[in-house]
DNA sequence: GAAATTTATTTGCAAATTACAAGTATTTAT
DNA sequence: ATAAATACTTGTAATTTGCAAATAAATTTC
């Protein structure tokens, strides 16, 4: 049997690469951790701090200091919650729903550009099995003896 | 059609946090440059530093210094190039070949255990999918208007 | 075949990123 | 009312980053 480990290596790998040159927007040239942090505030409903900083498996410290750096780019926005003042609420701006969303059309159109290589059943299975491995993963929480998160 | 970047998104995540977390060998705590180095040194021929730094998209100047720490930590070792003095030719130690096979093997069990909240036939599809991925992405060389390499 | 150019790698430096410990402010439990 | 827990921020110090410039060796050019 083939070695699982490389084949997954290497398509994290090519995704991390996509990942990391994807994507300037703009005038702003978005780093990675920001993008991430963009994308999670989007598809989060309402999210805290901590909980983006849990998703995304980022310290809550440097998650911190890597908001304050998107609220002065003016790309995410802080609301206090009323019936918890300890708690932030984020939200992006106007500037960071654009930013957020250009890039999923950039990812978008690179993906669309890959399966662009593939039949029509090809691409279904491998959406197919995208899916069935994220659904894996969620039921396998640890790795290595040290818990995930 | 759902939402293509979300799914990769969701799965490169979680490999991430996987890569990330993994792996503590013996006194080692690895950290994701270094066992990404010691996979990539183990599986090419002989490599360069240039090829490897070049196969991680590692900026040089960056990689030449987590070198030195990797050979300060006596996991790697450098040999000049007799017909091109200019080369460095990277390779594992005894110790950098055990470090980077345990944690080999600890991926692949991480990876088994995700494979086994599957069946037969689904594992198979996935196993399939991944390497059709990998294939159409080779095919693929750019994203965002920026080379990917 | 010496001088100029290119290539592979290293260092200087300054900025960005990290994470631990300790701090503030608010809420919940006792 | 006091203590403990929670959400987030700041101090600080170490690590990591990448650009520019340096070195050193090979190749090209005249």
């Known amino acids: 049997m083939e070695n699982l480990r490389e084949m997954f290596q290497i398509m994290t790998r090519r995704f991390g690469l996509l990942d990391k040159n994807c994507c300037s927007v703009g005038g702003f040239d978005i780093s990675i951790i920001h993008s991430h942090i963009l994308y999670e505030i ?18 809550i ?12 780019m003016n790309l ?5 919650l009323p019936e ?8 992006l701006t106007t500037e ?11 990812m978008n159109t690179y993906l669309n550009d890959v399966f662009s290589h593939m039949n ?14 994220n659904e894996a993963m969620v039921k396998t929480n640890n790795c290595c003896a040290i818990p995930l998160r």
Not at 76 to 80: A, D, G, I, L, S
């Open 120 to 133: 029509e059943f090809e691409k279904e299975t491998v959406i197919r099995s995208i899916k069935l491995l």
């Open 76 to 80: 995410v926005k802080k609301t206090p």
């Open 96 to 106: 960071g729903k654009f930013v957020a969303t250009t890039i999923d059309q950039q």
């Open 42 to 59: 989007d598809n989060q409903h309402n999210p805290s701090m901590q909980q983006v900083a849990e998703a995304l498996g980022t310290d």
């Open 84 to 91: 918890d003042k300890r708690v932030y609420i984020l939200s």
């Open 61 to 72: 410290t440097t998650f911190s200091r890597q908001v304050q750096s998107l609220v002065k």
